[in-house]
């Protein structure tokens, strides 16, 4: 809290663990500080919609860390498709793989699969799409460490498959695993009308050995993120400084990383219900009296009387407060929130 | 005809039009010819059960081309997953792309995507999990030839994506599409729990090229699938040859032929109703009176007294005569008949 | 010999061991049978020119088997060179390894690393440049099985290393070795004034496997010749029958099989007296008082008179009878031998 | 100049041009200042041995940057060799090639393409083979830029290809060439009693894309040398921040700076005349009377009585006097040198 409060500060970093991001993104926002997130900012929908208020009520730039956008293979796929290099989206397919399975105590309570490692392939895909996603349906399993199947809901997976529709006929596969014995696996790849483009794994050198038992690789995928994504890391923060620097937009917003929550949180419902899941089933369940006071109306039919919550990803802006950079072209929230509210 | 009732041939090889192989194949049951059959056998249920049975009934030996089971990659993967080189198989995923989509006049009344197209990766899915699958997801849309967005049913999609759930957890992710400029791509990626398996597209040789301006393959992937698949086509037949002159099991069955068509038919139904589709909803559609009067009773509650149509993949045996290799070892099919049908 | 006599027999395979080729060719042409014949034609150079004179005295067509010229990987490299796609040719190089060293008694009296292994890459570097060489400088070495190390010259050599100087400046690069662990491996790389051709190693199919231990190709390449040039083998007996059907030029010629012999023989000189040694130097060692009495003249100060040995690879024309294809085009032979020795 | 004698700096890194690194490096060494030269120390022979001993005897550490000895891929090649992941080495293979050739000016009075290009792949060769070279063949042409084939010596040569012999029959293969039409390539490749590796080249990213005209890599290889080696820049720097820190030996020593150059030296040397170079030829032309006089005796038959110049790469240590670190195990240099001298 020293660092937060200390008035030579100009930015924080929270990369402490989830639970906390939220509050101490608030209390960054409380001080002036601008602020760099490591996803999520929260794994509930109200206070994640709290919180990217707070900053930009504070007027506080706010970015989130989903650092894979910023490695150099998978935005080389992003620049292909903003410049049509392979013509028109048809089919987005990611792949994440993790090296092994994480401790049966950080899988409980975790928030399963879904919110704790799939949430980057999704925010992925629609990285890459460039749209927002309309709907989605996923499947979980079971097939490393069977002890996880005792926990609720998605912690009991440590595999997942989905299927996401984008607009206009795009679709998205994405496949993940907690175990992947060779190491850290991501992939994209993107079919287009005119073409594919498919990023390869990553490995530490272009060695290949040829011996007797087999010929291949010199040296394994890498084991551990930091190694990975070691180059995206410094990217991403690069990048958060040149916007602070040159006062332009944060490349990852708050709004970038509460939708990835909502795509998380569909995808767990849909792989309870085994059906497809409309993102707006997911968002019409946040109520916002006032941009720092949202609650979730889950199960509820009791709807405060002229209120409608909000039912798609573009309707997100009516819960949220713009950010410091689209305050400086638009109008102010509160009006905004008092139109929406007809108050 | 000729062909099929001389007295000298043994066996026939029927690669005509679609529509003509049923009955083909029951002249040369009823000539006492094995036969050899590209796929599909028929376009219905109903017609494909009872060409299976004309031959198994006939003592006749009938195998269906489903080339890509003899492709030396992707028999590879199966070879891995028999062998457990990766372990227990966890996802499998295939994708499929032809160079150019067919003519309108082709696809109108083709039966659409799934049943002209994604029915061998269907298969393929079956043949490398060597397990019968339970439901499938699909979707389907249109992205290259807008003209066939009027044609009704999966006929408008060019583009389709598919989950398909097998036994222990087990996902298979298909994606096929009617167009690659980079002709052909056909690959699989297998994931278990001791590592990967993926086979890469064929090229003709490994020539690799570079210039100013790109560096990659000497030569494009093959455009056309006789090419693609000519060691396939040639492994087949030898398989089917040594089946004939070793009297022995052929490695492609009717039932394979059949189950290929149902899981088609099923991701047709997934794709029309945006939901997950039992393939027991496809088959408790048949309905046998004897082994060659079969029919079709969709959306029919009239069922005929005393008479249970097939619920799962594994019931198939009710319906299905067992063929000549299966006879050796069991009982006549009239005696079984009988006592399914409780007479 | 009995085939070789058969007047049912319009031409004969030459498989047998290398030593008998050379009168078995003859026995050929004094039959009237064309000739495909293994590399090589004959250990001795002299001997060679007669069996080539032999053949084309009696008008019968001689294709030598240098089996490497059609492989489909080897033949893109030499297309991709005619059709100036990488410009004009810079450098050639060209690896080649056997999966294993042969045993004692096969390498003793077989003539050396460069007569019975490295003969086909000097072939191929001739291929691929399209013109004839001038120079060669040869290093050996032993590394695998020391027990050769007490062998006569180049047959102590496991292991060998070429530069061979073709006109404009082009450096052919040659490395061959009687051991690779991991099976065959044979490439070949141009650079060219607009880039860089090269091929990989052949495999027998594209799967790769990704495991904790290692992450490469699912199967090791070819351990035996039969498999890597499988597909060569089949083409270059299509191309030996399509020149007799059609009475066209062989595309391997009796020429192509000397001047191949011509190189390795320079290369073990070069390798024994370590310097550049002109292929003329090899050449001019051939005397032919007929096209049927050649003998080698090495060391040797007493020229006949009037006569002198030819000089260059461009000049063999002299003591080599055209072929059955070149004599539809120019004179007879006789008048030609006369004018060259002046009577 | 400010820098070298600020007492405030310990270390001097010298990226001038090469004629002023001689005389940088001893005015650094007359200030006690620790030395980072880039290579080459100096274009002579004898310039080079005295910058060396001037580091030497001030007890400054001198460091040359030969930065690719510290790429992460033929660093594990290197690695690989060190450890016999594939047994003894055999034949070591090292291609370099310039995206595109230097102006005229840049190559007149340059010291010719071994001196300024090939250089880094002599020393590669010898890093790899952990060994002192004993004689080289080297052949270079000219096809690029024809302007530059008037130029004297090696200055004409646009192409070049080495073969190396170190002990043991071992045999290193170097091919460079001033244009590269696809930008830097950079490759090394061993083979050894028990398999291969070999690197490829570097791209910026995994990306491939395939479209109807090519597929291949997305994007292409480096154009420029500080991309192409920037992280091996990052870790040569940091190496020699470590050797200082720790007073640590350097990883790359003055003695290393002056074999490459005694390599290149005799590769110019082979080229011009068409023969095998011993490295000694090149080192018994170098005679000091002191540790800071030294002068090249080509040509010259006149030695100065009682003296015999160096005779081979191991009796380098005869001319250089041991740098700082040995220093600390050995007796003095001046002792020792007049030992040498029989004075």
């Known amino acids: 809290m ?23 993104i608030k209390a960054c926002a409380a001080n002036g500080k601008h602020v760099f997130c ?18 930009n009520e504070a007027g506080v730039k706010l970015m989130i860390g989903l650092q894979r956008r910023f490695d150099p293979n998978f935005l080389r796929v992003r620049n292909a498709i903003e410049t049509k290099e392979v013509g028109d989206t048809i089919v987005i397919k990611t792949c994440s793989r993790d090296p092994s399975p ?19 392939d999704l925010d992925m895909t629609r990285f890459l799409a460039g749209e927002d996603p309309i709907e989605i349906l996923a499947v979980g399993s079971c097939h490393i460490d069977k002890s996880i199947e005792d926990l609720p809901g998605s912690e ?21 695993c907690r175990q992947s014995s060779y190491g850290y696996d991501q992939r994209a790849e993107v079919l287009g009308t005119k073409g594919m483009i498919a990023t390869d794994n990553v490995y530490p050198n272009t060695a290949k050995i040829y011996r007797n038992d087999f010929t291949g690789n010199a040296d394994m995928p890498f084991d551990f993120f930091l190694s990975r994504y070691f180059e995206a890391y410094v990217t991403e923060t690069e990048a958060f400084c040149k916007s602070l620097v040159e006062d332009s937009e944060v490349p990852c917003t708050g709004i970038d990383g509460l939708v990835a929550l909502v795509m998380s949180l569909a995808a767990d419902k849909s792989a309870a219900e085994n059906r497809w899941v409309k993102f707006s089933e997911v968002i019409e369940n946040v109520y916002c009296s006032s941009p720092t006071e949202c609650s979730l109306l889950v199960d509820s039919d009791v709807f405060p009387d002229g209120f409608k919550p909000t039912k798609s990803l573009s309707e997100l802006q009516n819960i949220v407060v713009p950010d410091v950079d689209e305050q400086k072209k638009s109008g102010s929230f509160t009006t905004k929130f008092k139109e929406m509210l007809g108050i």
Request: proline residues 7%; negative net charge; contains cysteine.
């Open 2 to 24: 020293d660092v937060i409060t200390d008035p030579d500060v100009d930015a924080v970093w929270i990369c402490s663990p989830s639970q906390y991001h939220a509050d101490q």
């Open 38 to 55: 490591e996803k999520p900012i929260a794994t509930d929908l109200a206070e994640t919609v709290e919180a990217i208020n707070a900053c």
């Open 102 to 120: 994480p401790p049966y105590e950080y899988v409980k309570g975790g928030g399963g699969i879904f919110n704790d490692m799939a949430v980057h």
């Open 156 to 176: 009991a997976f440590d595999t997942a498959t989905c299927i996401v529709k984008y607009p206009n006929g795009v679709s998205a596969m994405v496949d993940v």
